[in-house]
Every structure is written in C-alpha cells, then in structure tokens.
C-alpha cells in the first residue's frame, strides 16, 4: 500500500464518464491514497487530427464528475499551461512521488509519449484492466513495474460515448445525468446545423421526410465497395435520411482485425479522396478497435467484430432502410 501519495489520473476528458469514477475510486481505495487529482488535458497533441472540444467545456465537466466525492480533486494544472501538453512536464514538475492511473489501452500508448522512458523515475504507474488488452503488452510498454488494479475490464471509453451522442443513440447511463445534461444543454458532439443549414434545435427527428441525396448514395456506394475490396466484412449501407438531421447515411462494416480496420479506414478516404471528398472528422484511429469517418451527409463506422456486436448499430437503426451496392469487379473476381 502506498501512503501519503497522490494519485493522477489524466487525459482528455472527452467526456469524462463512469468508467473514470471507477477508476480512481479503485485506486484510492486499494492503495490507500490520499485523494485523486483529475487533471484534463490543455492541449493533447496525440489528438490534434481529430480535435477536443475546448478546454473550458472539458473542464466544467471534470468538475461536474468530481462534485459530492471528497476524494477527487480537479487540477487545472495542464489546461493552465501553454503549449502541448506532455505528460512528462507535469510530472516533473511535482514535488513528491505520485501514481500515475491509466487504462491498460492507454498505457500500451506509452511508448508514443514525449520522453516516455522518464516517466518512470517520477511515478508509480496503476492501471485498469481493459477487454482485450493482455497484461505482458502492457507491461512491457510501460518499461517497469505496473500496479495493476483489482476491477472488473471495463469497455468504456469517451470514444465510445461520442459515437453514440453523433449516432442519436443513448449514452446516459455512461455518463453521470450532471454530465449528460451539460452535453445536451451545450450540444457538445454534434453539429450546430444539419447538413442542409437547418438548426438541429427547429426541426424534430421524426417529422424529417428527406431521402439520401444522390451524392450522398454515390459517396456511400464508393466507400462500401472500396472496403469490401479490402477484405471488409458484412457491410451495411444504411438510408438515415428520415430518422436523423446531422446525416443522411451510415456506412458500418467490420474488420478482421484492428490493423484491419485502420488499413479499411485509410482505404475509405483514398477512394471519397477520388470524389473529391475529404473527411471532416476522424475518431478511434489510435486504437483500431473502431474508426468514424464523418463526412457530413456519410459517416462511415468502421468496427473490429466484438465492437460492432457491442455496438449493435444495426439494431439501433433496425427501421432503416438498406441501399444495395455493386462489389467491385475484383472482389467479384476472387
């Protein structure tokens, strides 16, 4: 047990959510510390590609999350800070030992991080377990001892959470309802006008009887046969135009694999490339176990097995209907 010690448990907070509550209450609890600092990130320069939201927003939510638990405590040391924010800076800078808390898919990152191989001369590092994840990779990513922490896996992510807030599906029992309610009253994680400059807020879902535009059908019908091409599996096109106002379609298809699905995911945008068509928001291509590609009128979900099953979208959208595509000639072929 380790007493006297702070623990800190960083990131983006994009949104924060249960899964972090559990994480630092099992930390404080089974090492004895004396609270655990939230500390959100200024500016993740691992994540410029896809953006944050503003640091403000992440940072009101943090609060929200720590409110009514004495043991969590917020620092705003990194938001604070100018310049990209590096995990190495902030902990260099404290003056007494701390324990670093991590996701085990975080901590498998640890090699990608800014003079990685000194953050254990200043930390502890505690990590959850996550699905999937095996305990020797993360060990031997972190480069020293690891405090693995007694808990459930956890398959939670605020990756996740966003997907579902830009797929109008329900997220709340992921998030604390403080938090959720600061989502909707913010209208965080999806656009501010629909793909046809409608405010999202005059215009009920269900009173929307727009089809997909062609465009939009012939962008979905080139993607859909591009990742077939490439070994994609059970692609679903699927017609959203009257049941949601920030797309028209959705594209979902599996991967055999995660590196599967970033290469599918880097052949989708070479082939909308060709349309001319460039993606105005990526997620999820730092860990492959599902990528979005949104491109306004599409968005394209690409998943390994386990997620989409998770995910069940399909479910989700079950009155949806499906707009067919020709395979291409050589996946005919084969």
């Known amino acids: 047990m380790l007493v006297d010690v702070q623990g800190i448990l960083g990131g983006t907070f994009d949104p924060p959510h249960n899964a972090h509550v559990e994480m630092a209450r099992a930390a404080y609890t089974q090492l004895g510390l004396d ?35 004495p043991h969590l405590v917020v620092d705003d040391a990194e938001i604070l800070r100018e310049g990209p924010t590096y995990t190495i800076d902030t902990i260099e800078r404290l003056d007494e030992r701390r324990v670093l808390i991590l996701g085990s898919d975080a901590a498998l990152g640890m090699p990608t991080w800014h003079r990685a191989d000194e953050i254990a001369v200043y930390v502890d590092v505690a990590v959850a377990p996550r699905p999937g994840v095996v305990r020797a990779d993360v060990e031997a990513a972190v480069g020293g001892d690891v405090i693995w922490l007694d808990m459930e896996p956890v398959d939670l992510s605020s990756t996740m959470i966003r997907l579902l807030a830009r797929s109008g599906a329900d997220y709340s029992k992921y998030v604390p309802g403080s938090i959720a309610r600061y989502i909707t009253a913010e209208r965080l994680y999806q656009p501010r006008e629909n ?45 959203l135009s009257d049941l949601l106002v920030v797309t028209d379609i959705f594209v979902l298809v599996t991967g055999t694999s995660r590196r599967n699905v ?14 001319d068509r460039r993606p105005i928001r990526k997620e999820g291509t730092d860990h492959g176990k599902w990528v979005l590609l949104d491109y306004g ?20 959208w079950a009155g949806a209907p499906r707009i067919e595509f020709e395979p291409t000639r050589s996946t005919t072929e084969a």
């Open 35 to 69: 609270a655990v600092r939230l500390m959100p990130a200024g500016d993740p320069w691992q994540k410029h590609e896809i953006g944050v939201s503003d640091a403000e927003h992440r940072l009101a939510m943090v609060k929200l999350l720590a409110a009514g638990d």
């Open 195 to 239: 793909r046809h400059g409608v405010p999202l807020s005059s215009t009920g879902m269900s009173n929307r009887t727009n089809t997909a535009s062609p465009d939009a059908i012939e962008a979905a019908r080139t993607a859909a046969a591009a990742l077939q091409d490439k070994s994609g599996e059970d692609i679903a096109i699927l017609d």
């Open 262 to 275: 970033l290469t599918l995911a880097d052949e989708a945008v070479a082939a909308l490339r060709e349309l």
């Open 297 to 316: 009128d599409v968005v394209i979900h690409l998943f390994d097995r386990e997620t989409r099953q998770y995910y069940d979208l399909e479910r989700l």
